[in-house]
């Protein structure tokens, strides 16, 4: 059973009078335990599927379920119970997730207290999670006395206390160098394994994908491609990683074309398809094409 179902997800934001849709009908499946990045650039949507996974916005129509939780369809009451116990945040900004005047420890206690978790209990489970990312010997440290790669590792300390299924990390290496940021991979790839939460990184950069071994990208409001990779052997035995990109088809038969393919083969409006045994061919349609030359070179 996946953990993310969302089909055909529209987003529609009112602005004075226009209305502008963040998301067009995006389709987006995430198992168990799956690390994956979620790559957009500003405007693409990505920031809006994020605040709908988190519980902190409803889609305008589709369906979205996160670990049997319908998010079109819950009450403030639900909602609260979601945002506090099946999902955990980390934010590229540290200031929305620490609290400069509390020590790693106790804002990795915070939650636990207000959880009503009691005194030993819950020192002991702060320190374990601190443990769990390579900080115990920084608990009694504010944030201040932490570099920016420790903070985010203590965010994500923050984020696990409540026992998530899904974890958000939003633009999580945004602000780090990358030896940080690298070190923070290892921390997700290793709460991920030894817990089995689900983790979604949402960045505008590329980069990340390297992390991780699902890609999906967003384009204007839908999912555009997908990145697999994979390790094997080659020739002389070394491990070697392959990747494959796909382009994503939605349940209506939609793909997006990489904008690449699109503008090296200049295709406009229409194209020409031809249905090939084991594949389909896409041409640009040169009758347009000879059509536009032919109008520029008369107004010469």
């Excluded at 979205?64 to 909602?79: H, K």
């Excluded at 374990?128 to 440290?141: K, N, P, Q, S, W």
């Excluded at 290496?173 to 790839?189: N, Q």
């Amino acid at each position: 059973m996946s953990q993310i179902v969302c089909d055909n997800l529209v987003k529609i934001y009112k602005v004075a009078d226009l209305e502008v849709v963040a998301l067009q009908g995006l389709d987006l499946v995430v198992d168990p335990g799956e690390l994956i990045a979620i790559v957009g650039a500003s405007g693409s949507g990505k920031s809006t599927l994020q605040n709908i996974l988190g519980g902190l916005d409803t889609p305008t129509a589709g369906k979205a379920d996160v670990a049997g939780f319908d998010l079109t369809s819950l009450n403030a009451r639900d909602r609260t119970f979601y945002r506090r116990r099946v999902v955990g945040f980390v934010w590229q900004q540290t200031a929305r997730n620490l609290f400069p005047y509390l020590t790693a420890g106790e804002n990795v206690a915070l939650p636990l207290v207000l959880d009503g978790m009691g005194g030993r209990d819950r020192r002991d489970y702060a320190h374990e999670l601190l443990e769990r990312v390579g900080l115990a010997d920084r608990a009694a440290h504010h944030p201040h006395e932490l570099s920016g790669g420790e903070q985010q590792r203590v965010a994500i300390a923050i984020a696990l206390a409540n026992r998530p299924k899904v974890l958000l990390a939003d633009e999580p290496t945004g602000e780090l160098d990358s030896e940080s940021a690298e070190d923070l991979f290892s921390t997700l790839r290793a709460v991920n394994e030894a817990l089995g939460v689900t983790v979604i990184v949402l960045t505008h950069d590329p980069l990340v994908s390297t992390q991780v071994n699902r890609t999906i990208a967003i384009r204007d409001g839908r999912t555009s491609t997908e990145t697999l990779r994979r390790a094997e052997l080659d020739e002389s035995g070394e491990h070697r990683i392959i990747a494959e990109e796909f382009a994503l088809l939605d349940r209506v038969g939609r793909l997006q074309l990489p904008r690449e393919y699109v503008e090296a083969l200049e295709l406009e409006r229409r194209v020409r398809l031809a249905l090939e045994r084991d594949h389909v061919g896409v041409w640009p349609d040169r009758a347009r094409q000879r059509r536009r030359d032919g109008e520029e070179a008369d107004g010469e």
